[in-house]
Nanobody
Framework: VQLQASGGGLVQAGGSLRLSCAAS????????MGWFRQAPGKEREFVAA????????RYADTVQGRFTISRDNAKNTIYLQMNSLKPEDTAVYYC????????????????WGQGTQVTVSS
């Protein structure tokens, strides 16, 4: 499975961005895809994930109510709509996929895309 992420950029606090991640290769209904982020000097942390089996979303507490993850089945692409962005959302955002449960631990995910930088200015 190959993942291609896009959509990062620079935005002012309170603004919005939408990230996209297109998957190529074999992804079945047992898969989950998600987003993680990593700020300088910090560990990679879970942001959001969605299970293909039932499209159930899962969010980190820090983004709940501001971010929305969704999937376009026809394009095999997931999106992360990020609203009400805060400076603390600044990080490199990574797309990930795994066959199975959508764990919050980055170590348990199998496939990774390249990162896309999101910078939120105050």
């Amino acid at each position: 499975v190959q993942l291609q992420a896009s959509g990062g950029g620079l935005v002012q606090a309170g603004g919005s961005l939408r990230l996209s991640c297109a998957a190529s290769g074999r992804t079945t209904s047992s898969y989950a895809m998600g987003w993680f982020r990593q700020a300088p000097g910090k560990e990679r942390e879970f942001v959001a994930a969605i299970r293909f089996s039932d499209l159930t979303p899962r969010y980190a507490d820090t983004v709940q109510g501001r971010f929305t993850i969704s999937r376009d089945n026809a394009k095999n692409t997931i999106y992360l709509q990020m609203n009400s962005l805060k400076p603390e959302d600044t990080a490199v955002y990574y797309c990930a996929a795994r066959d199975g449960y959508d764990y919050i631990s980055a170590k348990l995910w199998h496939y990774w895309g390249q990162g896309t930088q999101v910078t939120v200015s105050s």
